[in-house]
């Protein structure tokens, strides 16, 4: 089966995750893929392969040779972002790309003006939307290069390997996709999660992430005979987001700058409550951040000589470039990999956090390679047929090289 037309078996399978359900995986629709590729894995000779209670898919290619190499792991997930409808997809083909604008129906049409990265699929094939749904190249496409090696290692059994470990997880869009992955079951010494965009692009970088939930405790009486006693909890929290600086607002940042999101504000009069989420690539920086919610809290609450407001904040992942650096083995093996496929490494930082950034801090280093889409999250989705075979061949490429004695 070619790699484009795995991906597009599993487009069409509908697999958003959802936050509010509170079930493991979070949708059926997940659990529906995740036994499809069970199935596959088997039919191509994984035999271990399986789907375990939390609806994470493990299965093992066992290496073929002898001598002790690194165990390596290929990681993608299965469900697509809730913020945009993935039913009914219909996934179209569109040969040697022109570089033009892309009228995906009569309505909707992408404008290269709007998605200058366009260019580099010029003359490449693509798979696009019909303007209704996002694709779920992200991280479908992963899936559907990780599948597309299993089945290439097991045709060609000449090919010498070590041992291979696969995994699909569910959830990672509502950034669960590592809660309940196995790191000692997984027991590989590094991993990659398929879930970039290029690919001669890697990424070592993720965000540190917090979120701070800030309550505001007012004082409502009639506004009438409200004179020195009201205190309006409305007032208090537009004061708080105020005291923080207005350059670090997500639409100011790009880069490594790092912001503090304000995205839900609800409230009356007696009480408030305010979420916020902070991000930094920098350790030193998101911890200011952070910092500066607590002064700001104490600001207000020495201002109204009264303890008004509260923060607290729930630290989630960290920028795993931290563990990373220490494995320079790791680094050289994804760089002389991607050059000797005729590309130029180019090194990037995730705005955001992967499984892998997670799965670096319980133990398994696990940088993040491309995939060959681009525009995820929304009916602009597209993937690179030409890429995707990319993609196969990289993995080939650094599964090679372990083998051949670990000197990248
Ligand atoms: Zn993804």
Do not use: W
Not at 232 to 242: D, G, S, T
Not at 350 to 379: E, I, Q, V
């Amino acid at each position: 089966m070619k790699v484009e037309e795995r991906l597009i078996q599993y487009c069409k399978m509908a697999t958003a995750s959802d936050p509010r359900t509170k079930t493991v995986p979070s949708t059926p629709g997940q659990t529906a893929l995740a036994q499809l590729l069970v199935e596959q894995l088997k039919a191509l000779g994984v035999t271990d392969a399986h789907r375990d209670e939390f609806g994470v898919v493990y299965g093992t290619i066992a290496a073929n040779v002898d001598k002790k190499t690194d165990v390596i792991g290929l990681i993608a997930h299965m469900d697509t972002s809730p913020e945009f409808s993935g039913e009914q997809v219909k996934p179209r083909i569109l040969r040697e790309y022109d570089g033009k604008d892309i009228e995906l129906n009569p309505e909707v049409t992408l404008q290269v003006s709007e998605f200058p990265g366009m260019q580099r699929f010029i003359g490449k094939d693509l798979i696009v939307t019909d303007g209704t749904t996002l694709l779920g190249a992200d991280d479908k496409a992963g899936i559907a290069e990780i599948m597309t090696v299993v089945e290439y290692l097991f045709e060609h059994p000449e090919v010498p390997h070590g041992t291979i470990k696969i995994a699909f997880t569910p959830d990672e869009e509502i950034g669960e996709g590592a809660d309940h992955f196995d790191v000692a079951k997984f027991h590989a010494d590094y991993a990659f999660t398929l879930d970039g965009g290029a690919p001669e692009e890697y990424c070592l970088e993720t965000f540190n992430a917090a979120t701070a939930v800030v309550k505001i405790t007012g004082k409502s009486i009639h506004p009438g005979s409200a004179k020195n006693v009201m205190i309006n909890a409305l007032n208090v929290a537009m004061e708080f987001h105020q005291c923080l600086p207005v350059q670090q607002r997500p639409e100011y940042t790009e880069g490594f700058e790092g912001f503090n999101h304000l995205h839900e504000l609800t409230g009356a009069t007696e009480s408030a409550r305010m979420e916020y989420i902070i991000r930094n690539h920098d350790a030193t920086q998101f911890e200011r951040q952070i910092a500066l919610f607590d002064q700001a809290a104490q600001f207000l609450n020495a201002k109204y000589g009264q303890p008004l407001v509260r923060v607290s904040i729930e630290r989630s992942y960290r920028n795993m470039k931290e563990i990373l650096i220490q494995h320079p083995k790791i680094i050289e093996l994804m760089r002389s990999s991607i050059e000797e496929l005729g590309m130029t490494p180019r090194s990037s930082s995730a705005r955001g956090g992967t499984d892998g950034s997670r799965l670096t801090f319980m133990g398994l280093p696990c940088p993040n390679l491309g995939t060959g889409g681009a525009n995820c999250h929304g009916r602009y989705e597209v993937a690179c047929i030409q890429e995707m075979e990319m993609m196969v061949q990289l993995l080939l490429k650094m599964i090679e090289k372990i083998v051949h004695g670990a000197h990248f």
